[in-house]
């Protein structure tokens, strides 16, 4: 008691504040374990909030739920990776493409797809549609429960192509334009189209419908990209078909009859990539 007295009346504050962390050391060995038997009593007294005092059943039942829920989300970016890695295959348009599922295809007399995607989609008619192995066709009809697309092999579909001949050479894949002018395809049905309004001497034939013995010709196996002013810049290039069958006009003289076929059946496709934005 004297000595407390002496500390607050005789010495100055600012004297005794020097000593003050010195002497509350003295204390710690003593403060510390009851503050941690404290807390142990208050906890077993009064729970904090983060204790769970739910039944078992019930914390095993929103796990299961969490877990299906991951499942979900895993299975979600899974399909978001291979809807990627398809876009990708279609190289430079990749970004002006959405992948639409379809329904089904035309058990009539017309070559067209249905498809899962509709105006709320951002689907219009007009809009080309893709697959990695080239063009497929364009939208035709569009409304809010779906829409139709038309295929390059329905009856009528008409597009202007270009011959190219793809050759290997050391394991590597080159291509080369044939010295041919454009010329227009048109859809034939039954998963092909006909080009039969090709002169013979612009394709390398004789009127025996023979290869000419010097310069370039035409050959099955050959593939007929897009090349036509009316379809937007980028599609450019996009296969068409193959050459399946070169012969001879029956009813026009001095013409041939080629037949172009795309490189799988378009009418079996399970999902297609319609071309949203042009640049």
């Given at each position: 008691m004297g000595f407390s007295a002496i500390i607050a009346f005789l010495i100055p504050p600012q004297t005794g504040a020097r000593f003050q962390p010195q002497v509350q050391?003295?204390?710690?060995?003593?403060?510390?374990?009851?503050?941690?038997?404290?807390?142990a009593i208050s906890n077993r007294i009064s729970p904090t909030e983060s204790d769970d005092r739910r039944a078992a059943q019930d914390i095993r039942t929103e796990n299961q739920q969490l877990r299906a829920e991951v499942d979900a989300l895993r299975t979600q970016l899974e399909e978001m990776y291979r809807q990627n890695a398809e876009l990708g295959k279609l190289g430079s348009v990749k970004d002006l493409c959405r992948l639409v599922k379809v329904i089904g295809a035309d058990s009539g007399t017309r070559e067209s797809l249905a498809l899962n995607?509709?105006?709320?989609?951002?689907?219009?008619?007009?809009?080309?549609?893709?697959?990695?192995?080239?063009?497929?066709?364009?939208?035709?009809?569009?409304?809010?429960?779906?829409?139709q697309v038309r295929l390059v092999t329905d009856p009528g579909f008409r597009v202007r192509v270009r011959f190219v001949r793809y050759t290997s050479v050391n394991n590597k894949t080159h291509f080369e334009f044939l010295g041919m002018p454009e010329e227009l395809a048109?859809?034939?049905?039954?998963?092909?189209?006909?080009?039969?309004?090709?002169?013979?001497?612009?394709?390398?034939?004789?009127?025996?419908?023979?290869?000419?013995?010097?310069?370039?010709?035409l050959r099955?196996?050959?593939?007929?990209?897009?090349?036509?002013?009316?379809?937007?810049?980028?599609?450019?290039?996009?296969?068409?078909?193959?050459?399946?069958?070169?012969?001879?006009?029956?009813?026009?003289?001095?013409?041939?009859?080629?037949?172009?076929?795309?490189?799988?059946?378009?009418?079996?496709?399970?999902?297609?990539?319609?071309?949203?934005k042009e640049n």
């Amino acid at each position: 008691m004297g000595f407390s007295a002496i500390i607050a009346f005789l010495i100055p504050p600012q004297t005794g504040a020097r000593f003050q962390p010195q002497v509350q050391v003295l204390f710690a060995p003593v403060s510390r374990p009851v503050g941690a038997i404290a807390a142990a009593i208050s906890n077993r007294i009064s729970p904090t909030e983060s204790d769970d005092r739910r039944a078992a059943q019930d914390i095993r039942t929103e796990n299961q739920q969490l877990r299906a829920e991951v499942d979900a989300l895993r299975t979600q970016l899974e399909e978001m990776y291979r809807q990627n890695a398809e876009l990708g295959k279609l190289g430079s348009v990749k970004d002006l493409c959405r992948l639409v599922k379809v329904i089904g295809a035309d058990s009539g007399t017309r070559e067209s797809l249905a498809l899962n995607g509709s105006s709320l989609d951002g689907l219009k008619e007009g809009m080309y549609v893709l697959y990695p192995g080239g063009m497929v066709g364009q939208v035709d009809r569009v409304g809010i429960g779906g829409s139709q697309v038309r295929l390059v092999t329905d009856p009528g579909f008409r597009v202007r192509v270009r011959f190219v001949r793809y050759t290997s050479v050391n394991n590597k894949t080159h291509f080369e334009f044939l010295g041919m002018p454009e010329e227009l395809a048109e859809g034939y049905g039954n998963g092909t189209l006909v080009m039969n309004d090709l002169k013979l001497s612009n394709i390398g034939y004789d009127s025996a419908c023979k290869p000419a013995s010097s310069g370039d010709f035409l050959r099955e196996g050959d593939y007929a990209l897009l090349f036509d002013q009316d379809c937007p810049r980028r599609l450019q290039g996009e296969p068409i078909g193959r050459v399946i069958r070169i012969s001879l006009r029956s009813d026009a003289r001095g013409f041939a009859d080629v037949r172009l076929q795309p490189g799988i059946s378009l009418k079996k496709l399970r999902e297609v990539m319609v071309m949203t934005k042009e640049n």
